[in-house]
């Protein structure tokens, strides 16, 4: 899509919940060459202020940047404060990653509450707000990144895989609702993409049969079919999608299993990784929870 292009359909301004890095700092270079003036945020003000420096040098284009926490109940409020006076024309929820695997039992409440937060109440909020100022305008854009775990329970990730479900059918009922007012809504979903957080993680990026998507290529996939919604599976995960969609459900929930392992096999929770003695403890329960599921994956791949 040319410059104008953007501008006209998704202009003057662009807003990224999870902007300073990885797929949402690709998703800002992208717009910022495509002349669109940018709203960026996530919690760390550095990298945000880092890259508005090298896209206002870069290109001719204002980037505001806003240091919030998406999980916090006042940061909807304050978004909507500091871009009452710009065009939001496109609105791209980023911010939604898991940084630790562990049993739902195995994680405080306010844990999966944080998650809820993230994935669910904050693009809720956001959609409603901006979706309802571009009705009004009669043209827009929304993209909401989601993930193949979304298609199946995660064994370690129940609350990112429960609350990235609603991502993606959340798209696919807003792009009907939206099209009439000529409004292009797309669930990006992802496979394993290389990104400073997954990195963070300490997961393996590179495992055989799921190699890692870059998020240059992801994000420009999400621009470029943004008018082709509900959904786009980047970095060809649309054979894996299916098939993870239609296997019966237990088979399904093994495989992610099976997956998430395979990637977590460099994966060590941060406090074992300090030589914290306590928490590698209260992993034991875990690591007994871990067995029971190997053996339903076994089990599952029997029947
Ligand atoms: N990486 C993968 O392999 C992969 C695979 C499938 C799907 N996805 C999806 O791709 C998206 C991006 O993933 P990612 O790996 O780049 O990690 P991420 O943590 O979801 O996204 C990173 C960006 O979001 C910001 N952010 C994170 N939590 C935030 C919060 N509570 N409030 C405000 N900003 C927040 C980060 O900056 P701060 O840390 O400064 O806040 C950073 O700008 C997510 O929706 C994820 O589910 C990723």
Redo the contacts with the bound molecule.
């Keep these: 899509m040319s410059r104008g292009d953007y501008s006209d359909r998704y202009g003057p301004w662009a807003l990224?919940?999870?902007?300073?890095?990885?797929?949402?700092?690709a998703f800002a270079r992208k717009l910022a060459a495509g002349g669109l003036n940018l709203v960026?945020?996530?919690?760390?003000?550095e990298?945000?202020k880092a890259l508005a420096q090298q896209l206002t040098e870069a290109f001719v284009v204002q980037v505001r940047t806003l240091?919030?926490?998406?999980?916090?109940a006042h940061?909807f409020d304050r978004i909507r404060q500091e871009t009452a006076d710009v065009e939001i024309g496109l609105l791209i929820?980023?911010?939604?990653?898991?940084?630790t695997m562990a049993d739902f039992l195995d994680r405080e409440l306010a844990n999966a509450e944080?998650m809820i937060?993230?994935?669910v109440t904050?693009p809720t909020r956001l959609c409603h707000h901006f979706g309802t100022l571009m009705r009004g305008r009669g043209r827009g854009g929304i993209i909401?990144?989601?993930?193949?775990?979304g298609y199946a329970g995660g064994p370690g990730l129940a609350m990112?895989c429960g609350t990235?479900a609603f991502?993606y059918v959340l798209a696919e009922s807003l792009w009907f609702e939206l099209r009439p007012y000529h409004i292009d809504v797309l669930g990006?979903?992802?496979?394993?993409?290389?990104?400073?957080?997954?990195a963070r993680?300490g997961?393996a990026?590179d495992v055989p049969g799921f190699a890692?998507?870059e998020?240059d290529a992801?994000a420009q996939e999400g621009l470029e079919h943004l008018a082709d919604g509900p959904i786009w599976h980047a970095n060809g995960t649309e054979a894996i999608a299916q098939t993870v969609r239609a296997m019966p459900r237990g088979q399904a929930v093994a495989m992610i299993h099976e997956s998430s392992r395979a990637m977590a096999k460099l994966y060590r929770p941060p406090a074992e990784a300090d030589g914290n003695t306590a928490s590698r403890q209260k992993n034991s329960g875990a690591d007994s929870a871990a067995k029971s599921r190997e053996d339903l994956t076994s089990h599952t791949k029997l029947t």
Excluded: F, W
Aim: hydrophobic letters at 45%; charged letters at 15%.
């Design positions: 990224i919940a999870g902007g300073s890095e990885g797929v949402g700092a960026l945020l996530a919690r760390k003000p990298p945000l240091a919030v926490d998406l999980t916090e940061t929820h980023n911010a939604g990653a898991e940084n944080r937060a993230l994935n904050g909401l990144v989601g993930t193949l775990g990112y990235k991502t990006l979903i992802l496979g394993t993409t290389r990104t400073p957080a997954l993680m997961m990026e890692a998507a998020p992801v």
